[in-house]
């Protein structure tokens, strides 16, 4: 995309269980449909085991040989790099002493989670990107309201990767998640205000904030300053009844529909009835020249290629976006 902002792509969707994005082939079927959208960066997201072989570092390299070997294979589709990579430590993973559960408001964990982050700063540092963007606490429904000093305790690991991520001349973004136990819109400030701004920044998700009930044209001009990275995507629904509290809440709300019949939660820019303000959302982005990476997905929305062209079309012939 030819623009003041700059435009990655989530391959996210395109990754829906462990071993539907194995093959090399799929894998460049996925970049070359994301380039001929227009899109030039991807962005990564963690996973785990050998079967999910786009999703880890060190498994990465096996497969390419180097961090220059992975990004000959994403030119092969004339995607030139990799904007970020997302990591959630909450999610269990072969890798990290077999599916273990650690969680960030768990001070035992801290020393653990820290060491974890370590391959995930040297692999998006040695690919050239900019951001390692991180789920920073785990889902609300499985532990009991974190209170002020439970956030504080979640800042200190992410003050302490922050202190990694700079030190290796990349980024940290804290991504706000609708299931997660940092909710409210002043849980996300404690959470902001218990962080080093200088290391630790904020990776603002429209539809994520938009179902949680926190408006993200009002949150970005609150806390610009703080936001490093976008995930850019509209949703039709909002939780409107603590439903990220219900047990279970990733399959029961988010692939059960909340009891309510919803048959997916994140859409396509654009879609009908979206509810988040997009084009507002861009105009406050270009009004305070943000200069971070603008990453589109559909976080599992339908079809992948699909929906990378309709958010294509709709930068496009919307958004005033050339291709």
Avoid at 165 to 193: F, K, M, N, P, Q
Wanted: with cysteine; charged share 25%; aromatic share 10%.
């Amino acid at each position: 995309m030819k623009d003041s902002l700059r435009w990655s792509y989530a391959l996210n969707q395109w990754n829906l269980r462990l071993d539907a994005f194995v093959r090399h082939e799929d894998q460049q079927r996925a970049l070359k449909t994301v380039s001929a959208c227009g899109f030039d960066h991807i962005e990564l997201a963690s996973g785990t085991g050998r079967w999910d072989n786009i999703s880890r570092p060190e498994v990465i390299l096996l497969n390419h040989g180097s961090h220059q070997g992975f990004l000959d294979f994403l030119r092969t589709a004339k995607v030139q790099g990799v904007s970020s990579m997302f990591w959630d430590p909450q999610a269990p993973a072969e890798e990290e002493e077999g599916y273990a559960f650690r969680s960030t408001a768990n001070p035992a964990d801290s020393d653990a989670i820290v060491e974890w982050a370590k391959p995930f700063v040297d692999f998006v540092a040695g690919v050239g990107a900019e951001q390692l963007v991180v789920r920073p606490v785990g889902s609300a429904w499985m532990s009991p309201p974190l209170g002020e000093d439970g956030i504080k305790l979640v800042g200190e690991v992410w003050n302490r990767i922050g202190e990694l991520t700079s030190a290796a001349g990349i980024g940290l973004a804290l991504h706000y998640d609708c299931l997660g136990a940092v909710h409210t819109a002043d849980e996300l400030r404690g959470l902001l205000s218990a962080t080093d701004p200088a290391t630790v920044g904020f990776a603002l998700d429209t539809a994520e904030l938009t179902v949680g009930g926190i408006d993200p044209v009002a949150f970005y001009r609150e806390n610009a300053e703080r936001v490093t990275h976008v995930h850019l995507k509209d949703t039709r629904y909002a939780d409107t009844g603590e439903e990220y509290r219900m047990p279970g809440a990733e399959a029961t709300m988010l692939k059960g529909g909340a009891g309510r019949r919803i048959e997916r939660w994140f859409f396509e820019l654009g879609t009908e009835g979206g509810l988040v303000d997009v084009p507002a959302f861009v105009a406050a982005l270009r009004e305070n020249d943000y200069p971070g990476w603008v990453v589109v997905e559909s976080d599992h929305g339908g079809n992948p290629a699909e929906l990378a062209m309709l958010n294509s079309w709709y930068l496009q012939r919307v958004l005033g976006v050339t291709k």
